[in-house]
DNA sequence: CTGCCGTTGGGATA
DNA sequence: TATCCCAACGGCAG
């Protein structure tokens, strides 16, 4: 049984379920266009299943939408803006076999190009559609698309069709089970609806209780459509078969290595087969346990109705979160945070996320700038002043500290005066993002990392834990959402609500929150791969370097770096960080920001602020200084 | 208010 | 491989 969302309602968040009726009324030689966004397949597809319904005509669309597809070669990578060719070439991979798949069924994909609701209200028009299905999706970019679509089909008297079926369960549905605490304390969620109490779980095991079991575990397989109406005459828009990456303007980019990982439902299927039919593997799945340097393990996509069977018959298997089961429901936990919070993508305005920039507009960059001056009293009237290291220059307020025993004066932050407060909290260093991106920061196991990310569009998932906190919480500061671009524009699994979970994660910004468990970067790797195999197919440059100091060639003595034919800070980068200061640093910082964030929403009056800086003045008068490596050859 | 727990930390020890 | 300690967060149940 399949459950369709009522449209009569403007507010498509709380949307109440109706069953499906078996026969729709449809007056006979009326054509249905179905179409497609993140479903990209035949199977298990409610929107497709409708419209092919009792229709004379059935046109199945697929939009490529230039704000993910158009060729921006100013991007650090090749690809769209938003969009990496891997990804690109995917998804034209998965619309060929839906192509395919459609063909086989007396159909064909339909591409159209340009914005998706002009495109959609021309064809509505031109082929006289009166009914229109997609699948429900929760992004923002897509509710606000929606909105539009459906006013302009309610107008021109179209029957919409748009049911949960991305997720298990629908978003809105938990929200509105889950008790609402203290609606003063948070705000409301949604103003412009009326009966919105809800608030997203904010712990997984929170979520499981009001989940339970999803409601698949107990139905049938869903059936598969063995005909479609034909398509009807297409004119006037635009319409062409599946594109090559040539054919949407993307240069041959001559790559080495290309991602393993062919797109498409069929393919998906195979592989989910192959994974299905090791019932042991699929029982005795634990998520944690999984090796992220075996990079030929398969990613694994997989679908729902399949894993319900061998989850019944095979007696002892493992629990979430860590089994099998367990990664469906983790999905639908972020699917279902991310519908509940406005702002989720971001730091600002995201009422679920550590705000990091009452730390900056109080004590502007206390942890890079500190030290920067010695002051000598020589004197009652004259004192010494000694440039120890000058990394920054801007106005500031001085906090000054008197030591009674050396009779010395030492600067220990200098809190910036004329902070703009639009300035984004964590470090906006361009520098570092870069050498993350780009595979330098002179860390063998995060750039290996990272160039499996470039090279494949995919990494184990503890892989992108690491480097995730690496670039954030655990040593570089640079913030998460920078980190989040890159992620979503090279994954070739990338999605909105996971993607923006998990770095909302990583960097202790929301739902995890112990910044002292820091993954690093030289022996969380070694653990799993001793003698650096991963590295060494990922950097080839380093492939002669000796287990012992692979993990951090920088140790390594010369005549060894020689002999491997690697010198660091020539053929392979420096670290840039010591990751022992480093994580000090970014745990000092985060112990600042946690408790400015316990405050009343930063509002602190100046009696606390002496308090929290006296606090962190003697924190941080015992940490060893800051040390930004240098990385010049 | 307190104590327990949390999908995946590091390091030492046995 | 398992267990303890480190240090010490927020969510949640009692």
Known sequence: MRLSLSLSTPHSSFLRFTTLSPTPPMASG???????RKGIRIHDNPALEYAAKGSSYLYPVFVIDPRYMEPDPTAFSPGSARAGVNRIRFLLESLADLDSSLRKLGSRLLVAKGEPGEVLFRCLKEWDIKRLCFEYDTEPYYQALDIKVKNYASAAGIEVFSPVSHTLFNPADIIQKFPSLSDDMYGSFDETSEKNSGRPPSSYQSFLKIAGQPSWASSPLSTTVSL???????????????????????????????????????????????????????????????????????????????????????????????????QLLWRDFFYTAA?????????????????????????????????????????????????????????????????????????????????????????????????????????????????QLQKWGWMHHLARHCVACFLTRGDLFVHWEKGRDVFERLLIDSDWAINNGNWLWLSCSSFFYQY??????????????????YIRHFLP?????????????????????????????????????????????????????????????????????????????????????????????
């Open 339 to 451: 519908f509940g919070t406005p702002n989720f993508d971001r730091m600002n305005g995201n009422r679920i996320c550590k705000q990091m920039e009452f730390l900056r507009k109080l004590f502007g960059q206390t942890s890079f700038i500190r030290v920067l001056l010695h002051f000598e009293k020589i004197s009652s009237t004259n004192t010494n002043i000694r440039i120890e290291e000058l990394a920054h220059v801007a106005p500031c307020d001085i906090v000054f500290q008197w030591n009674k025993r050396s009779q010395t004066t030492k600067i220990t932050h200098l809190a910036m005066a004329s902070w703009d407060s639009s300035q984004i909290p964590w470090n906006v260093d361009d520098e570092l993002l870069a050498a993350w991106r780009d595979a330098r920061t002179g860390f063998p196991w995060i750039d290996a990392i990272m160039v």
């Open 516 to 533: 002292n468990r820091i993954y690093s970067p030289i022996s969380f790797g070694k653990k799993y791969d001793p003698n650096g195999d």
């Open 30 to 36: 009326s054509n249905s266009l179905v179409w497609f």
């Open 541 to 633: 440059i380093l492939k002669d370097m000796p287990k012992e100091y692979i993990y951090e060639p920088w140790t390594a003595p010369l005549s060894i770096q020689t002999k491997a034919k690697c010198i660091i800070g020539k053929d392979y980068p420096k670290p840039v960080v010591s990751h022992d200061t480093a994580s000090k640093e970014c745990k000092n910082k985060l112990a600042e920001a946690y408790e400015l964030n316990k405050t009343r929403n930063g509002a602190v009056n100046e009696e606390d602020l002496k308090i929290l800086r006296r606090k962190f003045e003697e924190n941080q008068s015992q940490e060893p200084k800051s040390k930004r490596l240098k990385n010049k050859s």
């Open 228 to 326: 479609l109406p034909p398509v009807g005459i297409v004119e006037n828009c635009g319409i062409s078969n599946v594109p090559t990456l040539q054919e949407l303007g993307y240069e041959d980019s001559g790559q080495d290595e290309l991602t393993p990982f062919r797109g498409g439902e069929s393919e998906a299927l195979k592989r989910l087969r192959g994974a299905m039919d090791d019932k042991e593997w699929v029982a005795k799945f634990e998520k944690p346990k999984g090796d992220p340097s075996a990079f030929l393990r398969p990613a694994t996509t997989v679908l729902s109705p399949y894993l319900k069977d061998v989850q019944k018959n095979v007696k002892s298997h493992t629990l979430p979160p860590v089994s099998l089961l367990g």
